[in-house]
């Protein structure tokens, strides 16, 4: 593995620093924007998207942006295109790079993630228009009889695709296995998820020759669902997330960037405080938080 790789990763997950996820597709930003009452325009995304990575001091505690690829094509207002102007500010540029995810075959409730067509190509244009890294994003839902087996597998097998084939671009892989927080589950299931999930995914990242080494785990934290009666406790949530990263995560991945997943940023910075504070650990713990920034 080239030593870019490593460093690149080791850089991303620099102590006190996190990962700004500015990846919002065309549908979802709409949706963010719907609700300020704020039309959702090219000029509007880019102006929003220019704010943030502007913000005096913002690289003293953001490492790295993930754009979508619309962003990764415009520019600051001074003309700068964001991937330079962000580079010059001493933070690393990344990319969004599955195409979402759609409904699983025969699998009700379920979902696979697209993209894998074509994202060799895909990758290297990233690379010449300046991203270092890039995130997938697998979806995992918790319901009645689900997740199955079939939707596990074949999510950490897409994962593992599309983290191969970064490594082969130079890209380091940010790979996002996100067990849905929404729903009435307990915290105890929510860990049994994350487990199996955590469980195949490192599976198929070895079968399929990925360099630990170069990678970042972008996971949910260990909590309630959203609608369970009963929520755990901050202490409880740092406790069991820990556990489940410590029985499945290999000390050699150098970052687990949590995503915020819809809790409120007070939540999900006292869950991420609480487990630091109980460091030091085999990894860096940070984030790479969308709504909660
Ligand atoms: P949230 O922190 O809003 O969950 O977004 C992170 C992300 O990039 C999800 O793919």
């Given at each position: ?217 972008k996971p949910n934290m ?34 687990i960037v949590f995503l915020s ?7 999900a910075?006292?869950?991420l ?14 984030y790479s ?5």
């Open positions: 593995m080239s030593d870019e790789l490593k460093s690149t990763a080791k850089a991303l997950v620099a102590p006190a620093k996190g990962i700004l996820a500015a990846d919002e597709s065309s549908g979802t930003i709409k949706k963010r924007f719907d609700s300020i009452g704020v039309e959702s325009t090219e000029e509007a995304r880019r102006g929003y998207r220019d704010l943030l990575f502007t913000t005096e001091g913002a690289a003293e505690h953001i490492s790295g942006v993930i754009l979508y690829d619309e962003t990764i094509r415009q520019s600051s207002a001074d003309g700068t295109p964001f991937p330079a102007k962000l580079a010059e500010q001493g933070i690393i540029p990344g990319i969004k790079v599955d195409a979402g995810a759609k409904d699983l075959a025969s699998a009700p409730g379920e979902k696979i993630t697209e993209g894998l067509d074509g994202l060799r190509e895909r990758l290297a244009e990233y690379r010449e228009l300046g991203a270092r890294f890039t995130k997938w994003r697998a979806v995992i839902t918790i319901g009645e009889d689900i997740p199955s087996e079939y939707c596990v597998w074949t999510n950490a097998h897409a994962l593992a695709r599309f983290a191969a084939l970064s490594q082969e671009a130079g890209l380091v892989p940010i790979v996002e296995p996100e067990v849905l927080m929404d729903g009435t589950h307990t915290i105890e299931r929510s860990f049994d998820v994350t487990s199996r999930t955590l469980h195949a995914t490192f599976t198929e990242l070895r079968d399929q020759r990925v360099h630990l080494e170069g990678i970042l785990l260990v909590v309630s669902g959203y609608e369970c009666p009963t929520q755990a406790n901050v202490d409880e949530v740092a406790e069991k997330t820990l556990l489940c990263f410590q029985r499945h995560v290999p000390a050699a991945v150098p970052g997943g819809g809790q409120s940023d007070e939540d910075t006292a869950h405080n609480a487990m630091n504070a109980r460091g030091p650990h085999a990894w860096q713990l940070s938080y969308g709504r909660a920034l």
